[in-house]
T-cell receptor, first 113, second 115 residues
Framework: QQPVQSPQAVILREGEDAVINCSSS?????VHWYRQKHGEAPVFLMI?????EQKGHEKISASFNEKKQQSSLYLTASQLSYSGTYFC??????????????FGKGTKLSVIP | GAVVSQHPSRVICKSGTSVKIECRSL??????MFWYRQFPKQSLMLMAT?????????EQGVEKDKFLINHASLTLSTLTVTSAHPEDSSFYIC???????????FGSGTRLTVV
């Protein structure tokens, strides 16, 4: 089942902060975050594993609340290069010993000067 | 870091012909390869999961006879779109779990246009 992302789109001025949320109705093994630029393949940002954790990657960090099956991506002091569509991917057990990564619909982030 | 090389990056084909898309893991062994399709301004939708040496698992609504997947070795998985039609035009992306940091590495994608 596809995770739900919010907001669908956000426009920021350089230096502003943003939060992108991702929630799932399924028990999750992990949550992944990716950024995709127009016409390109998604690029892996980070993964948060079951157990509830927070991670940071330069000025981009994320949290994972396992109990609530929610994750949030935090972008601080945004830069022009942060523009793109952000997808969360939820990794859940799909049966027969395998896991499956399902993507949300994406959040389009536009950073303007 | 791990790299998945995907070819071709763009292809235009005539309706009714077949197109093969290749994904190779260059510096790791990809026992599993996921194939996604992405329509403009939409999310990536999982089409099928291929496992080396066994039959692919297709998602509901994906025709296995139309989208042939072969995963003959630990470094190569292919997707063949058979008898392509204009509605098959899309961005196709492969992805493999890389292992070390548990992330998935994506190929660069193939933009298929069927005319």
């Amino acid at each position: 089942q596809q995770p739900v992302q919010s907001p669908q789109a956000v426009i920021l001025r350089e230096g502003e902060d943003a939060v992108i949320n991702c929630s799932s109705s399924k028990a999750l093994y992990s949550v992944h975050w990716y950024r995709q630029k127009h016409g390109e393949a998604p690029v892996f940002l980070m993964i948060l594993l079951k157990g509830g954790e927070q991670k940071g990657h330069e000025k981009i960090s994320a949290s994972f609340n396992e109990k609530k099956q929610q994750s949030s991506l935090y972008l601080t002091a945004s830069q022009l290069s942060y523009s793109g569509t952000y997808f969360c991917g939820t990794d859940a057990y799909s049966g027969a010993g395998s896991y499956q990564l399902t993507f949300g619909k994406g959040t389009k982030l536009s950073v303007i000067p | 870091g791990a790299v998945v090389s995907q070819h071709p990056s763009r292809v235009i084909c005539k309706s009714g012909t077949s197109v093969k898309i290749e994904c190779r893991s260059l510096d790791f062994q990809a026992t599993t390869m996921f194939w996604y399709r992405q329509f403009p301004k939409q999310s990536l939708m999982l089409m099928a999961t291929s496992n080396e040496g066994s039959k692919a698992t297709y998602e509901q609504g994906v025709e296995k006879d139309k989208f042939l997947i072969n995963h003959a070795s630990l470094t190569l998985s292919t997707l063949t779109v058979t008898s392509a039609h204009p509605e098959d035009s899309s961005f196709y992306i492969c992805s493999a779990p890389e292992g070390t940091n548990y992330g998935y590495t994506f190929g660069s994608g193939t933009r298929l246009t069927v005319v």
